[in-house]
């Protein structure tokens, strides 16, 4: 299966994406990551949760696309896909991971990995998405349309938009041990700028060569136009499976 990354790498996505923090996004895993420990960071992005990693142990950055990987910093960052990571097996002794499983086409291969070059006794500590169990509110009959769009947008990225509720599963399916699950909701955007994403990530796949979900598409884009004129007030929490587990 072909894999991509769905929100893109438009301002709207990396702002998005660097307004996150560890002391929000990593807050679950600080209890894992010892003085001088050695943590890798997966699906790093533009690597601001990394940067607030970093003062608890030794952090590096990892992620697939080159160009949002900051240029500069204290922090070292590499450019590697989750399937083949640049460390020696056994070697590392946290891996944390936010907003990345929700994009993977084979999580299963990529926790084999994360599972190789962690170090016996290692921690894994991971948070994924699960659009399914989303706070959306007010749920009419265009924001229902326009989201199975933007389902559709995701998986045919190869990822999975409800793969929060799933993640647990295949921690244990690697092989993992002392595994722990929380469930937590945030406020990652605002109900309108939902909407206008929705509406912007629809238009843009709309722009491309017709495909053969093109009339599903132009249908959810109708009503994500719509949607984007209605959308004043409303709320929006998204929902996050976090995961803690053992190599």
């Known amino acids: 299966m072909l894999e991509g990354y769905a929100p893109g790498y438009g301002?709207?996505?990396?702002?998005?994406?660097?307004?996150?923090?560890?002391?929000?996004?990593a807050a679950f895993a600080h209890p894992l990551v010892e003085?001088?420990?050695?943590?890798?960071?997966?699906?790093?992005?533009?690597?601001?949760i990394t940067a607030s990693l970093a003062p608890l142990a030794k952090v590096v950055g990892v992620d697939i696309h080159l160009p949002v990987l900051p240029v500069g910093s204290a922090v070292d960052f590499v450019a590697?896909?989750?399937y083949a990571l640049p460390f020696?097996?056994?070697?590392?002794?946290?891996?944390?991971?936010?907003?990345?499983?929700?994009?993977l086409?084979?999580?299963?291969?990529?926790?084999?990995?994360?599972?190789?070059?962690l170090r016996p006794g290692g921690k894994l500590a991971l948070s994924t998405s699960d659009w399914s169990r989303a706070k959306i509110r007010p749920r009419t009959a265009n924001v229902d349309a326009a989201l199975r769009g933007h389902y559709l947008l995701r998986r045919r990225a190869g990822g999975d938009p409800f793969a929060g509720r799933n993640v647990g599963a295949w921690v244990?399916?690697?092989?993992?041990?002392?595994?722990?699950?929380?469930?937590r909701f945030r406020e990652d955007l605002s109900y309108r700028s939902?909407?206008?994403?929705?509406?912007?990530?629809?238009?843009?796949?709309l722009s491309g060569p017709p495909a053969k979900d093109h009339d599903q598409l132009t249908s959810a884009a109708r009503s994500?136009?719509?949607?984007?004129?209605?959308?004043a007030v409303g709320d929006f929490h998204q929902c996050w499976q976090e995961v803690t587990a053992t190599r």
């Open 172 to 183: 244990a399916a690697a092989g993992f041990s002392g595994i722990t699950e929380r469930t």
């Open 80 to 82: 590697a896909t989750a």
């Open 35 to 48: 003085p001088g420990a050695c943590v890798v960071d997966l699906g790093c992005g533009p690597g601001s």
């Open 224 to 231: 994500a136009w719509s949607w984007t004129r209605t959308a």
């Open 105 to 117: 086409a084979n999580p299963g291969a990529a926790l084999t990995e994360i599972r190789r070059i």
């Open 194 to 205: 939902l909407a206008l994403y929705v509406e912007s990530r629809l238009a843009e796949a």
């Open 11 to 25: 301002q709207d996505a990396l702002s998005m994406m660097s307004s996150r923090s560890a002391v929000d996004r």
């Open 88 to 103: 020696a097996t056994g070697s590392v002794d946290v891996v944390f991971s936010h907003a990345l499983f929700e994009h």
